[in-house]
């Protein structure tokens, strides 16, 4: 990219938007039959689908946990949803993301309650556009929530960092790839605050820290808004249904649970 | 307790096909409803979901520059993957890819290279130097039995639609820009039937896939020709049973290309 942008001076991002200002985004739940909980996201160009099995079998069985159910992320992105294309199958990147997902989710979910289980946690990345591993948690937490899982709270992710001489939020890839970049990805549970994910690549002063930190929460709170608004949209869709299947029924009234615990 | 559950939904799919019916009330030459959309990966060349019933598969193309193979100096190549994600079914496992994936890849490659729709010559850029290389890959998002005729509406939908990209003064390809489109000679599709009781059925779904003894797929053109075919899983078919299933993979095939060419 140009060394000379400077968003000191132009006030405005390359793609318009303000520093504080995140790209739009939407989530859909129950977008996967097969799946116990699934919800499909558009983070900019990011789009993404969250799958959620379980909880089940643990296996290969040596993995089971006596005291808490395993969650299992697999962080996946299509061989065409980037502009290279990607080579099919799981890379070291993808592997160090599914685990910091799963070990983020992991503090969301009541694992205490379902010992020698596991939960299984797909999301695939169908388009990228920086910042995706924050838009697949963001997915995924709401997956886990459509399936009725037991929940302290949502976990809410967003991108910030720093482009062109300015702390941003939901850095897209044409900032990642600017001379100064800072890319971190953060997650919280949005209640209490507790931070489940926390990465950074590249060089900020103590103060820059603080400012960015405080623009992260800010961020994973909006983001939070837009999860409970796809859980609450599911419950209405199912409510106009009308439909009578027990099953149903109890899904419906574990979302509503969840969306009730994530509201305190 | 699955195994349990599958044991007794086969035995009902066996039962009911042994009296000429299917379990969810279609004939049996009656294929599920489809759904075409395309273009949703801006990374992509060309990108389409197709869904049969509850089917859902995305696929999407890459095209990049490579060496020609030293036999045929002035050729492009394609070359076609296909996964069953653990994000689409309860059932698929994540891992190296299985045989099943590689045979569903290859058959759904076959029906379309063999047909001759595209033209190969057509790919290169210098002879002996640089030409076209297609990825084509698709991926199961829900798994509901005949990913082979989601599939191959998925890769000629896709190829249909795919554009070239644009080459700079020095022969790199400038992100995000296109420079025409493949033109496919001819419209090959796959249509895949099951043998389950004895009754030849298309179109099956998952658990008419499990109680199947034989599987039968033949990709037909719109100008009259068999391009590939290939028999599946133990049992076997009679000659009457394969021109039968030839008869109505036309008759099927020129249904769905006559919906093909309402797709943008």
Known sequence: MDRKIDYKKTKKRLDGRKMDETRPLSIKTGVIENADGSAYLEWGQNKIYAAVYGPREVLPKHTANPLKSVIK???????????????????????????????????????????????????????ANAGSRVACLTAASVALAD????????????????????????????????????DIPIAIL????????LQMD??????????????????????????????VNKFELSEAKGKGQATKTVKKKAVKKTVKKVKK | ???????????????????????????????????????????????????????????????????????NQDEGSISIGAETLPLAHPDYESGRPSAQEVELARVVDRGLRESKAIDFKKLCITVGEAVWVGFLDF???????????????????????????????????????????????????????????????????Y??????????????????????MQKGVGGS???????????????????????IKQVK
């Open chain 2, 1 to 71: 307790m699955r195994d349990t559950v599958m044991e007794y939904e086969t035995a009902k799919v066996l039962k009911l096909a042994r009296e000429g019916k299917r379990v969810d009330g279609r004939a049996l030459d009656e294929v599920r409803k489809i759904s075409i959309e395309t273009g949703m990966s801006e990374n992509a060349e060309g990108s389409t979901i197709v869904t049969i019933g509850k089917t859902k598969i995305i696929a999407g193309l890459k095209i990049d520059i490579g060496k020609p193979y030293p036999d």
């Open chain 1, 147 to 182: 399936a009725g899982m037991p929940m302290r709270d949502m976990v809410a992710a967003t991108g910030v960092g720093k482009a062109y001489g300015e702390l941003v939020i939901d850095l897209n890839k044409d900032e990642e790839d600017a001379p100064d970049a800072v």
């Open chain 1, 73 to 127: 992320v697999e962080y996946r992105m299509t061989s065409f949803s980037v502009p290279q294309r990607k080579r099919p199958g799981p890379n070291r990147r993808d592997q160090e993301i599914s685990k910091v997902l799963g070990e983020a989710l992991s503090r969301a979910v009541f694992v205490e309650q379902f010992p020698n289980t596991e939960i299984g946690v797909y999301v695939e990345v169908v388009d």
């Open chain 1, 190 to 197: 949005p209640n209490s605050e507790e931070i489940v994910l």
């Open chain 2, 139 to 205: 991926y199961a998002l829900n798994g509901d039995g005949n990913l082979f005729d989601a599939g191959s509406i998925a890769a000629l939908v896709t190829f249909n639609n795919a554009k070239l990209p644009k080459l700079d003064k020095e022969g790199k390809i400038i992100l995000h820009e296109y420079n025409g489109t493949l033109k496919l000679a001819r419209q090959p599709l796959l249509t895949t039937f099951a043998k389950v009781g004895g009754k030849i059925m298309v179109d099956p779904t």
């Open chain 2, 237 to 259: 078919f009679t000659l009457e049973e394969v021109d039968y299933m030839i008869d109505k993979s036309f008759e099927i095939g020129d249904r769905i290309r006559k919906q």
């Open chain 2, 207 to 228: 658990l008419e896939e499990k109680a199947s003894e034989a599987r039968y797929s033949a990709a037909t053109t719109d100008d009259g020709f068999i391009s590939a």
């Open chain 1, 202 to 231: 590249g060089l900020l002063t103590r103060k820059e820290w603080d400012a960015v930190a405080k623009l992260g929460i800010k961020g994973c709170k909006q983001v939070y808004e837009v999860q409970k608004k796809a859980l």
